[in-house]
C-alpha cells in the first residue's frame, strides 16, 4: 500500500464530507471510498444494528447485504459484534480456514463468495454507536496489517462524517419545521382574524387532542387550509 498516496486521497475524502450532504449521500462516499482506498477490497458496507436487528445503510455490492442479513440470522460475524459489543475492530483473515470464532458464520459466508472481511466500530469520541464498517474481499487471506490500519482510519473519518452529516440533517429538518409552523399559523391568523399566541394555542391544542406531532398538524394545515 503506498501510504502516500492514501494520505491525499483520505485528506480528499474528509475535505468532501464538509459539503454537507445528505446522510444517505455521506454513507455512500464513505463504502465507495472504502472499495477504492483499501488494498483487495472488492465490496463495502455500513450496517447499524438495533435489538439483534440489522440494518444495512448502505452497500457497494449485492454480496454485502446477503452477509448482514446471514449475521443477523446466526447472530454473530464479525460486523455484527462489532456493532454489538462495540469492539473497534474484527478481522477474519480467512474463511476458508475459520474454525475458532464464529463457526456458523464463516463457513456459510465463504459460501457466499467472502474470502477476508474486516468490521470496524463506527464511533465518535461522544460515545455514540453508529453502526459498523465493513470491508470484503473475495480473496482468503487478502486483508493485512497495513490493510486493517488503513481500514481503522477511513473508518475514524467516517464516524465523524456520518455524526456531522446527521446533526446538519437534524438541524435542516427543525428549521424546516420551524418554517412550516410558521406559515401554518399564519394561515389561522389570516382566516380567523387572531394573534400569533392564538394561533399557536391553536396547533398545539389539535396536536395534542388529536395525538398528532405538531409538525406533521402544521403541514397538513398549510397543505389542505384547514384542520
Known amino acids: 500500500m503506498d501510504w502516500r498516496d492514501f494520505a491525499v486521497h483520505l485528506a480528499s475524502m474528509a475535505r468532501g464530507f464538509l459539503a454537507r450532504d445528505s ?17 483487495d477490497c472488492d465490496a463495502a458496507g455500513i450496517l447499524t444494528l438495533r435489538r439483534g436487528q440489522v440494518t444495512t445503510l448502505a452497500s457497494t455490492d449485492p454480496l454485502v447485504d446477503e452477509s448482514d442479513r446471514l449475521q443477523e440470522q446466526l447472530g454473530e460475524g464479525p460486523c455484527f459484534d462489532a456493532a454489538r459489543i462495540e469492539h473497534p475492530v474484527f478481522r477474519l483473515r480467512d474463511l476458508s480456514t475459520e474454525s475458532v470464532r464464529w463457526r456458523a458464520y464463516a463457513p456459510k459466508a465463504h459460501a457466499l463468495g467472502i474470502g477476508s472481511v474486516m468490521g470496524f466500530l463506527l464511533y465518535t469520541e461522544d460515545k455514540d454507536n453508529l453502526g459498523a464498517l465493513n470491508l470484503y474481499s ?9 490493510s486493517e490500519t488503513a481500514g481503522w482510519l ?28 410558521g406559515q401554518a399559523m399564519g394561515i389561522l391568523m389570516a382566516q380567523h382574524h387572531i394573534d400569533e399566541d392564538e394561533a399557536f394555542s391553536v396547533l398545539r391544542r389539535y396536536s395534542q387532542e388529536n395525538n398528532i406531532k405538531l409538525r406533521e398538524v402544521a403541514r397538513q394545515l398549510c397543505e389542505h387550509g384547514t384542520l
Open 138 to 146: 473475495h480473496r482468503p487471506g487478502a486483508f493485512t496489517d497495513d
Open 23 to 39: 446522510v444517505d449521500t455521506t454513507l455512500d462516499k464513505i463504502t465507495d471510498a472504502a472499495v477504492g482506498l483499501v488494498d
Open 154 to 181: 477511513l473508518a475514524s473519518h467516517a464516524a465523524v462524517a456520518i455524526s456531522g452529516a446527521r446533526e446538519h440533517a437534524g438541524l435542516q429538518q427543525a428549521i424546516d419545521t420551524r418554517h412550516t409552523i
